[in-house]
């Protein structure tokens, strides 16, 4: 069965320093996957996408980037991390193709930037 | 611009009293209609997937219905466990983006 596994679960950095979340997934090959990130009463937004390696989509202007240096591994990151950067980042993938369209998520970062 | 709204932002329910979730959908063209349970502090946990008008899936006490505007996610009989927020997102045709909603905190008292 497929499993995907986030890390780490919660984090506080002081705002200016760097960031890397990372997320790997197990069971399966050639997944698309996903950053989110949920804001305390509101819905998941999502950040990336990816469908392959080296493959990043980009859905909002911010502050962070993405990498997905081998199959089942994705990365979020940040050079230089703002207050605003705060919240519960998740990390989902789902099968490529076919008619399976759900994500399944991992159990989140919280991240606090102070 | 594709949009999902979910109905009410909470819903307190006694043990027993079975309800009603609703999630309204604009999207163009829909691949899916998926419903999720999330725990707080935790990532959200797939329910069911739904894809066209008149489609109904079942699990335990929840039951999700779809029509070309709204799904709804019937809760029959809840019990304190059932307590979580259930988010609704839809995924349009030829995409990757899932849109989802703001959620629907259930409380279900004992």
């Known amino acids: 069965s497929q499993t995907i596994h986030q890390w780490p679960a919660t984090l506080v950095q002081p705002v200016g320093s760097p960031l890397s979340l990372e997320c790997t997934v197990e069971?399966?090959?050639?997944?698309?996957l996903y950053w989110y990130r949920q804001a305390a009463g509101r819905g998941l937004q999502l950040l990336f996408y990816?469908?392959?390696?080296?493959?990043i989509s980009s859905e909002v202007p911010q502050n962070l980037s993405a990498s997905r240096p081998q199959d089942r591994q994705f990365i979020l990151s940040s050079k230089k991390l703002l207050l605003s950067d705060s919240g519960f980042y998740l990390c989902?993938?789902?099968?490529?193709?076919?008619?399976?369209?759900?994500?399944?998520f991992g159990q989140g970062t919280r991240l606090t930037v102070v | 611009e594709d949009q999902v709204t979910q109905s009410p932002e909470a819903l307190r329910l006694q043990e027993g009293e079975s309800s009603s979730l609703n999630c309204s959908y604009t999207?163009?063209?829909?691949?899916?209609l998926f419903w999720y349970r999330q725990d707080p502090g935790k990532g959200p946990e797939f329910l069911f997937t739904?894809?066209?008008a008149g489609e109904e899936k079942e699990k335990e006490r929840l039951k999700a219905t779809l029509t070309k505007k709204e799904s709804f996610l019937h809760i029959t009989a809840p019990k304190p466990e059932d307590s979580a927020t259930y988010l609704c997102?839809?995924?349009?045709?030829?995409?990757?983006?899932?849109?989802f909603g703001a959620g629907t905190r259930l409380f279900v008292k004992a």
């Open positions: 997102a839809v995924r349009a045709r030829g995409g990757f983006k899932t849109i």
């Open positions: 999207v163009s063209g829909l691949r899916g």
């Open positions: 990816s469908v392959g390696i080296g493959q």
């Open positions: 069971g399966t090959s050639n997944p698309n």
């Open positions: 989902a993938w789902s099968n490529p193709g076919g008619t399976d369209t759900e994500a399944f």
């Open positions: 739904l894809y066209s």
